[in-house]
């Protein structure tokens, strides 16, 4: 499979048509047609309807655009990497990170970064996760830290654990179950939840529906509707860490949940490429004090999502106890 033909392929379906794309490439139109036939027998499938005008993807199409989008884009970086280099430039890269895991984690991180490789320039973007899936899936950014759930927009996306940590309630100081050192799932269902998407994800893979108020990735606006009365939160350990919750009592979950955080990437990284040296720093890096790496403790969250996944063996960290506002 040659590079041109994809270029072909992502040119006519930008342009809307074979005599478009071959004024965008400055090519023939015979060449075009010639590109798109020995890809449609490489792959033995009709990308085009060619009986539409313009002309439209087939299934077989739109299956392999979101592919060809990536092959391009690692192209695009990594000739924008060679002449960086060329030109003596640092090179850049970005990284999308998930609000959830930003205040935590990303400050060490990138303390690790400028004084492994002083070199390498880090943008963040931080978006919820459907945003960093196709930002990862455009381009937009190389690689992304994002909670496991919900679930990968696509399955050309890479991940690979980096820690996991308990999910908790949290309610007022004044709520009946504030007296209480855990509580069940089910009595998140009792009263309005206060949550984001990735939580309310997680109960509704265990076969709960919850009755949802409000969503927010903000840590600090899920407190802060919590403390005024306006429901039951449910959120992760890391996130009652970023903020202050003295007016609000955090509990344990009987049932033990844990949230998974991932980094995902697109396709293939090169082993001298920005990007993995960016993962590789991402990988030694050391996860929140609250969080921890051990893999029996990744394996409750996982089954619920995939039950045969198998997970690396990694270091434990020691977990300890919320800060302010814990009971």
């Known amino acids: 499979m040659q590079v041109a033909w994809i270029e072909t392929f992502l040119a006519i379906v930008e342009r809307g048509g074979f005599c478009a794309a071959a004024d965008s490439l400055f090519r023939s139109q015979s060449r075009v047609s010639a590109h798109v036939a020995s890809l449609e027998l490489e792959l033995a499938a009709r990308l085009f309807d060619r009986t539409q005008r313009p002309v439209a993807l087939t299934a077989a199409g739109h299956a392999f655009l979101d592919y060809a989008t990536a092959v391009k884009s690692n192209l695009d970086a990594g000739a924008a990497a060679v002449r960086a280099i060329e030109e003596g430039r640092a090179a850049s890269i970005t990284l999308g990170a998930h609000s959830g895991t930003s205040a935590m984690f990303l400050p060490s991180l990138l303390a690790d970064l400028r004084r492994d490789r002083p070199d390498l320039r880090v943008e963040i973007v931080e978006q919820p996760a459907p ?3 196709e930002a990862l899936l455009a381009g937009a950014v190389d690689l992304a830290i994002r909670p496991r759930l919900p679930r990968l927009a696509h399955g050309a996306i890479n991940r690979e ?3 996991c940590e308990r999910m908790l309630a949290l309610v007022r100081r004044d709520h009946p179950l504030a007296r209480n050192a855990q509580v069940h799932l089910a009595d998140l269902l009792e009263e309005p939840l206060i949550s984001n998407d990735e939580a309310v994800a997680m109960l509704r ?5 919850p009755n ?3 969503t927010s990735d903000h840590p600090l606006t899920l407190v802060g509707c919590v403390v005024r009365g306006l429901g039951i939160g449910f959120t992760n350990e890391l996130a009652l860490q970023a ?7 955090a509990i344990e979950l009987v049932e033990q949940v844990d949230r998974v955080v991932d980094v995902c990437w697109l396709g ?3 082993e001298h490429s920005p990007s993995h040296a960016l993962l590789e720093t991402i990988r030694r890096a050391r996860v929140p004090a609250a969080v921890s790496r051990p893999k029996r403790a990744m394996e409750s969250v996982l089954r619920l999502v995939e039950p045969e996944v198998d997970l690396p063996d990694l270091p434990e960290a020691p977990r300890y ?6 009971a």
């Not at 893979?205 to 529906?209: A, F, I, K, N, V």
């Not at 106890?321 to 814990?326: D, K, M, V």
């Open 131 to 133: 945003g960093l899936d």
């Open 161 to 163: 654990p980096l820690w």
């Open 205 to 209: 893979e265990t076969g709960l529906d």
């Open 212 to 214: 949802v108020a409000y």
């Open 243 to 249: 903020v202050p919750t003295d007016s609000a009592i």
């Open 268 to 270: 293939n990284l090169h």
């Open 321 to 326: 106890a919320l800060g302010a506002g814990r």
